[in-house]
């Protein structure tokens, strides 16, 4: 098993910006791909960016120029920096880890952006 532990978030108006970061511990592998999704009411949960532990990213598109996503593979620990928010961003982020077969959840964290 591997635990996942998000922190950051919160309330911010719209242009600002927050950081979320999330750790993830246990049953860990050198190999894995970490990364964030999130969801609004009433919609699938979404992806916003993801990163191997190659370095290798993939970021939906409404994101790109402004959330960079970034990793510590000594702390296993990814973390995502969003600029310029928007009400579009707003939602619960999912930290995401997958290794093999095996995904992993956080248990989401709140970003609300307001107008």
């Known amino acids: 098993q591997v635990q996942l532990v998000e922190s950051g978030g919160g309330l911010v108006q719209a242009g600002e910006s927050l950081s979320l970061s999330c750790a993830a511990s246990g049953n860990t592998f050198s190999i894995n791909t970490m990364g964030w999704y999130r969801q609004t009411p009433g919609k699938q949960r979404e992806l916003v960016a993801i990163?191997?532990?190659?370095?290798?990213?993939n970021m939906v598109d409404s994101v790109k120029g402004r959330f960079t996503i970034s990793r510590d593979n000594a702390k296993n620990t990814v973390y995502l920096q969003m600029n310029n928010l928007n009400s579009e961003d707003s939602g619960v982020y999912f930290c995401y880890y997958r290794t093999g077969q095996a995904t992993y959840w956080g248990q989401g964290t709140q970003v609300t952006v307001s107008l």
């Open positions: 990163i191997s532990s190659g370095g290798i990213r």
